[in-house]
C-alpha cells in the first residue's frame, strides 16, 4: 500500500468513525425524547375515584352550604363555621390531589378530616334539618353533581388515554428510529471489522488515533501503518509522561503551598504563645510587686507595734 492508499483508507476509516459517533450521539438525543405515560387521578384504581370523588363532593358541599347561608339566614351562624372547615380542607387537599402529590401527613390528615365533617355538617346535616325546601335543594344539588362526577371522569380518563396514545405512537416512532440507527452501526462495525481484518489494526478505530495517522501521514511524517502505529504510541507514552509530570508538578505546588501554610501558622501560632508569655511574665512581675509591698506593710505593722510594747526590735525596708 502506497502513501496514497495508505491516505485514501484513513479518510475512509475516519469518515465510518465520524458516522458512528453522529449515531451515537443521535441516540442519546432519542433516549432524552421518550416520554412516559400520564396518570391521571382519576384513572388510578379505587383510590384516585375515591380522590376524585372527594374533590366533587367537597365542591358541592360548598356551593350547597353557601345556598342555605343565603336562603336561611337564621342558619347563617350555625352553617358557618361548617363552611369555613369544608372550603379549608377542600383548598388544601385540591392541589395536592390534581397533582398526584397527596401524601399521608398531618396536614392532610387534619384537611381531611376538616372536609369531612364540615360536609357532613354543613351540608347534609343542615340540609337535612332546614325542612323540605333543603332536602329539595340537597336532591337537586347531588342530582346535578353526580352526573357531571360521572361525565368528568369519563372525560378525563378519555384524554388520559388519548395522550397516552399519542405518546406511545411518538414512542414508538423514537424506537423504531433508534432501531435504524443500531442496524447502521453494526454495519458500519462490520465494514471496519472488514478494514481491521486487512489492514487497518482494531484496536485503533477511535478517532484521536486515525486523526493522528492522517495528520503524520499528511505531514510526510510516516509511509506505512506500522509506522504510524509505532510513532503513534511513542507520541502517546511522551503525551502521558507530560500528563504524569504536570500532574506531579502540580501535586508539589499544591503540598509546597500546603508546607508555606503550615509554617506561616505555626509562625503565627508561635507569636501568640510569645505574646501570652510575655503577659505572664508582665502579670508574675506584678503579683511579685504586690507580695513585697503586702510583706513590707506587715513588717512595718509589726515594727510598730514592737514599739508600742517596749521591744528594741525595728523594721528595717528592703532594699529593691
Known amino acids: 500500500m502506497d502513501r496514497e492508499q495508505l491516505l485514501m483508507g484513513l479518510y475512509y476509516v475516519r469518515q465510518r468513525i465520524d458516522r458512528m459517533l453522529g449515531l451515537y450521539e443521535r441516540e442519546r438525543q432519542l433516549e432524552v425524547q421518550v416520554r412516559d405515560e400520564v396518570v391521571g387521578f382519576q384513572n388510578t384504581g379505587v383510590k384516585g375515584s375515591i380522590k376524585s370523588l372527594i374533590l366533587f363532593l367537597g365542591a358541592a358541599s360548598i356551593i350547597f352550604e353557601v345556598i342555605l347561608m343565603i336562603l336561611f339566614s337564621n342558619l347563617r351562624d350555625e352553617i358557618l363555621p361548617f363552611f369555613v372547615a369544608t372550603a379549608a380542607g377542600y383548598f388544601i387537599l385540591l392541589p395536592k390531589i390534581v397533582s398526584n402529590s397527596l401524601e399521608k401527613n398531618k396536614l392532610t390528615i387534619v384537611a381531611g378530616v376538616a372536609l369531612f365533617f364540615g360536609a357532613m355538617g354543613g351540608a347534609i346535616f343542615r ?49 423504531n428510529e433508534y432501531e435504524k440507527i443500531e442496524g447502521e452501526i453494526r ?111 506587715v513588717n512595718r505593722a509589726t515594727s ?13 525596708p528592703p532594699s529593691f
Open 127 to 175: 340540609g337535612i334539618t332546614a325542612g323540605p325546601i333543603g332536602i329539595v335543594l340537597l336532591a337537586i344539588v347531588a342530582g346535578i353533581t353526580v352526573p357531571l362526577y360521572v361525565a368528568s371522569i369519563s372525560r378525563h380518563k378519555a384524554n388520559v388515554n388519548r395522550k397516552n396514545e399519542e405518546i406511545r405512537e411518538r414512542n414508538n416512532r423514537i424506537y
Open 187 to 297: 454495519g458500519i462495525q462490520k465494514e471496519l471489522a472488514v478494514e481491521a481484518n486487512s489492514w487497518y489494526p482494531k484496536s485503533y478505530c477511535n478517532k484521536e488515533a486515525v486523526d493522528w495517522f492522517i495528520e503524520a501521514v499528511e505531514n510526510y511524517r510516516c509511509d506505512n501503518i506500522k509506522e504510524l502505529i509505532r510513532e503513534f504510541e511513542v507520541d502517546n507514552r511522551h503525551h502521558q509522561m507530560m500528563l504524569e509530570q504536570q500532574r506531579l508538578r502540580i501535586s508539589m505546588e499544591n503540598r509546597f503551598d500546603q508546607v508555606i501554610r503550615n509554617q506561616q501558622e505555626m509562625q503565627r501560632l508561635m507569636r501568640v504563645q510569645n505574646m501570652l508569655a510575655a503577659s505572664n511574665l508582665a502579670a508574675t512581675i506584678q503579683n511579685g510587686y504586690k507580695i513585697d509591698r503586702n510583706t513590707d506593710a
Open 304 to 316: 510598730a507595734i514592737n514599739s508600742l510594747s517596749g521591744n528594741d526590735v525595728y523594721y528595717t
